[in-house]
Structures are given as C-alpha cells and as structure tokens.
DNA sequence: TTACATTTGTTCGTATGTATA
DNA sequence: TTATACATACGAACAAATGTA
C-alpha cells in the first residue's frame, strides 16, 4: 500500500509543508529510488488532494535541497550522485588554479570495528557498536593528495565488502544509493589545520610535519540519520577546499 | 525618476526574471538602502504592471538569495548584515564544541597601497591600482584565535580612515553597507593549511612552525562587483571552520 | 484591551507556453 | 504530429502577523 495522504488530518496546518512530509515519506519508505521518475504533477495533486500550486510549492522546497531535479517536459526525478553536479556539490578539493577534476580512488584498508567515542557520537550510535572503517586514497593528476578515513554504521551496511568497495563502478555516495538505498542529502564539515604523521608520510608522500587540511565529515539522510563519518587529509600544496556561497 | 519597467519590453522572454533585474537595479542604483522596507506587492504589482504571482516569484529568489528578507505583516526588506543569522552567514569559526560566539575585532595595521599581483586579480582590478590594507587580530574568549588581511579597492572606499575603521559600532559588513552603501551578498572562500611564521607569533602568540587555516576569501556585491579581498590565518587548537551543506 | 488597516503567507484554480518522447 | 510533463502568468479569496488608533 503506497503512503496514503488525507490533507484534512493536516498537522503542521501549513499544506504544502505536510504534502512535502508526505513525499520525503514515500522517499524514505522507498517507494521511488534514486535516478527514478516520481508521478507527475496532475498525478500528485490527484493523489495528495491539493492543487496545482501548492503541490508545485511543496516539489520547489525538495528541489532547492537537492533531493529532487526538475526537467521540463519528462518529469520529476529523484537526485542522483551519479550527475556531475551532484558529484562536485560535495566534492569540493580543486587545484589552486581552479581546476577542477574527477579523483582517481584507491582503496587502502578496510576492516570490520567498534565504534569509538568520535565515531559514536559523529553517526549517534553507541560505544562499541559494530562499524565498518575504510580508508581511501584519493590522487589528482595520478599524484594522492587526500586521504579520507571512512567510517560507516554496520546495522545501515550489512553486507558491506572490502570486494565491494574496491569493484564500485561509481561514486561512493552513488554506491550508497544503488546497493544499500541509502541517499547522501546533506553533509557538515569542519576544517582543521594538522601536521603530518607517518601515515601521511606513507600515504601522501608528504614530509611528516608537513600543515595539512583536516576535514571531518558527517553525511546525513532524510530525517537527519547520519550516514557517515569521514576525516580526511588533505596536502594543499598545489589543492584547496573550495566554497562558494550562496 | 524612479526605474521604469516596462512589460512589453521584456527582453529575457520570462517576466518574473525582468522584474527581479528592475528590482535588482533599484537596490543598486540606491533606491532602496540597506535594512529600509521596500513597497508592499500590491505597489510592485502597480509599478511593474504585472500579477502578485509574478511579482511574488521575483522576490522569492532574491529571498533566496539573502538579498532581502520578508517579514509577514510588516514588508519586504532589503538585507542587513546587523541581523545574528546574517553575520553568522559569513562569520564560519565555531570553538571545537560547537560553540558560536561573537568575535573582538583589534585593528592592528592601516595604511593605503598599491595592489600587488595577488590583490589585483582577487578584486578585479589592475596592478598598481591604490587600495587600502589592514589587519584585524579576532579574539574568542577574550583570546586571539584569528588574523585577518584585509585589502578593499580605494575606488569604492574612497573617504576610508584608520579613525573610521577603529571606531566602526557594528561589524565590518555592516560597516561596509551604513558608510559606503555596498551590500555584500556573496563570498567565495578558498582553505588550505599553511605554517605560523614571525608575524603569526606575535599576533596569535602560536609557536612559529604550527599549522594554521588559512582562508582565502573574495566578497562580492551586486554584478560580482569585487568587493574585498582576505586572507585570514585560523590556530584551529581549540577552534575551527564550521561548514554545512545544504 | 479591542478593533482595524496593512502586509505578507497560503491555497485555490485556469490558461497558455515550452520542452520532451 | 501528438500527447505528456513541467514552466510561467494570471488573479481571487482567505489566513496570519504586525502596528496603530
């Protein structure tokens, strides 16, 4: 049974709001997948009982957060990692003359973990809970220069493999949608300054003690259920991280 | 004599588009200052000859993109860096808990110069063109934590003094938009890590040789017209560049 | 406190334009 | 060419917030 939706038993008593709910609903139930058409608006407001403008209002808001793409005269999609856009929304390194560039990742480790405290708090599970860390090296122009130590929740990846990861066709996050169903929506940063260690040395190339960027990572889904944890390590030589706003 | 707009003129082919440029110009051309209403829709509506849909559609954006803010029951208004959410827009250092605190400002230097290389191609003018440059120490906590390098055009600055920076009540920003009438409504930031050096020393009283965040930013106004130039260095030991997307 | 005018916010629906398959 | 889907433009009616008399 698809979500049923009675805009009588409206909530929040903003209707365009509650339309928007139902649909990240549907979403999150997966009734549409990612890369997938949603039904058209006539079909929607026929669904929803709303009008035209209101449905249209509730897509605009979905729309803005990049959960969904509009194309003129096909219809209304649910967002993908796989566009280009999507890909450098979230991937934000460049060369420092502004170059922009699709990394080439390798996959250097992978194991099976207990979350610690860091990664506890930074996913909002327990102490001890079973994760999974991976650690990607990322190169530009054939030379590594970031390093990014992925930590993912067990419980949301259960049959997660080292085989998997290393024979991913696409982008992580697009990776994400396609075996598990899990859609990346919205990330939050912090950036730090570091020194190298050994492993940076190793990884990198760089000397140790050399300043790298630090950047901690945590993707969320709908609802705000995190995702992912990610510190990454980033030799800003000839790279940055680069931010736009609005 | 207010702008004319006139509907039948309309170039772009989308009415909504037209009447946000007309607004736009407006701001630009003075009409309607920083923080002042704007008329309410119903005398848009009038001015522009077109529907409260279409009126309504062209302030959305400009909401959207921070330009102006909306307040039911009282009007439109043009944007104001005065506002707490607006200065946090642009102000992203956070100490490591999360915590978000209004920053001192100590101007440390003053002196007018001539663009170098590096200024001229930030703010979109030629070498050699006059401009000014300061320092600003930003403490937290009564801490120093940030120095920011400061190079605006002396164009568009021209009555600028040392006396009037010093003695600014509100913030740069604000500063920027009560004296000069520049609204800046966009900044694109550049972050790589970079090492403490002599001036660092004495300014944040880091060891020389600590890794610091350097932040390289580029303020914009209406047009992209080039607005600021900045370089600030971040010790990120208890603080750091908070980021969140969308 | 109350009543009222003003302003933006929401919801409705229709007609027409434009892009796509 | 035709059908379908989203985009734009119109405007009416009512709701909610605000400021003032």
Chains 1, 2 share one sequence.
């Not at 009008?51 to 957060?65: H, Q, W």
Request: proline residues 4%; contains cysteine.
């Amino acid at each position: 049974m698809g979500t049923q939706f009675d805009a009588g038993s409206a909530i929040g008593g903003v209707l365009y709001k509650d339309v928007k709910h139902a649909i990240l609903a549907a979403l999150a139930a997966g009734e549409w997948k990612a890369g997938e058409v949603i039904p058209s608006e006539r079909k929607l407001t026929d669904r929803f009982g709303v009008s035209i403008g209101t449905l249209r209002k509730a897509i605009d808001e979905l729309v803005a957060e990049n959960i969904m793409i509009r194309h003129q005269g096909r219809g209304t999609f649910v967002a993908t990692h796989r566009q280009e856009d999507h890909f450098f929304r979230f991937f934000r390194i460049v060369r420092q003359d502004g170059h922009r560039e699709y990394p080439r990742v390798r996959l250097a480790r992978f194991r099976r973990a207990k979350a610690d405290q860091e990664e506890a708090t930074a996913l909002a599970i327990a102490v001890g809970d079973p994760v999974f860390r991976f650690t990607n090296v990322l190169s530009l122009e054939g030379k590594p220069v970031m390093i990014d130590a992925i930590t993912v929740p067990e419980a949301r990846f259960k049959s997660l493999t080292e085989k998997q990861l290393r024979e991913r066709p696409n982008t992580l996050y697009n990776f994400y949608q396609d075996i598990f169903g899990i859609n990346v929506i919205r990330i939050e940063e912090h950036l730090r300054s570091a020194l190298a260690n050994e492993d940076d040395h190793t990884l990198l190339g760089v000397p140790v003690g050399s300043p790298l960027l630090k950047i901690l990572r945590i993707a969320s889904s709908f609802h705000d259920e995190r995702i992912e944890y990610r510190v990454s390590r980033l030799d800003t030589t000839c790279h940055e991280f680069a931010l736009s706003q609005p």
